[in-house]
């Protein structure tokens, strides 16, 4: 004999689920795929009864998770809708936790460099002789908010200030997937001043460093001590 067709119920609540996976991560903007999380009984039903609060974090990378990390269940599924990493980019999971019930971590995500913000000053010249280029040439990166190197071909432009200081060589460089290297520059200025190179790209926070020219040698015409040689020899 054959019984009459009956439901199953799902049983008693234990672990989450993962319905919807993270993806589209930008730093600094919101996902473009939230996450959504399901409450299931130890057979895989979802459990329609569960009202609780989901709690997402971070699980691997490097970063600041915001938007609203905590969200009550409506009949057993936890949907995210803000949720925002700010920080290093690479691959990122995230674990979603049931209050008192198994979490569930999602599937490695990437999160991308957010929108370009800064330029930051990535190799620093070296080389103080005047009217010299730098032994090193500078090599400036365009960033996000976080230090991520943002793909980029803007032009970069420097310029100086201090006491009668111009700048020789090229003073506008452009990035190639976000990163410009100078040629040929230095400074022409006076001897044991300070001068301030600016990097600038449109639009974004620049950055600056400081520069002092080489003291002139006695035997090149600089100041003298006892025991110098001086420029007759």
Request: with cysteine; charged share 5%; aromatic share 4%.
């Amino acid at each position: 004999v054959t019984s009459n067709s009956f439901a199953l119920a799902a049983g008693a609540a234990t672990k989450a689920m993962m319905t919807t996976q993270p993806a589209g991560a930008v730093s600094g903007s919101a996902f473009t795929t939230q996450p959504v999380v399901r409450v299931t009984d130890s057979g895989d039903n979802t459990v329609t009864s569960f009202t609780g609060d989901v709690v997402v974090r971070i699980a691997s990378g490097t970063g600041t998770l915001s938007g609203t990390t905590t969200v009550a269940a409506v009949a057993g599924v936890a949907t995210f809708t803000n949720l925002v990493i700010t920080g290093t980019a690479g691959n990122f999971t995230l674990t979603f936790t049931p209050a008192s019930l198994t979490a569930v971590t999602s599937s490695s995500f990437a999160l991308a460099a957010g929108a370009a913000t800064k330029v930051a000053i990535t190799r620093a010249s070296v080389g103080t002789t005047d009217n010299v280029a730098f032994s090193t040439q500078p090599q400036i990166t365009i960033q996000d908010a976080s230090g991520n190197t943002v793909s980029s071909s803007a032009d970069v432009t420097a310029t100086i200030s201090g006491a009668g200081g111009t700048l020789i060589g090229t003073t506008t460089a452009t990035a190639s997937s976000g990163v410009a290297t100078f040629t040929g520059l230095g400074i022409d200025g006076t001897n044991g001043t300070t001068y301030t190179i600016t990097y600038t790209v449109s639009g974004l926070t620049v950055a600056t460093a400081t520069v002092t020219l080489a003291a002139l040698s006695c035997a090149a015409g600089g100041t003298c001590s006892l025991g110098d040689t001086g420029p007759g020899g």
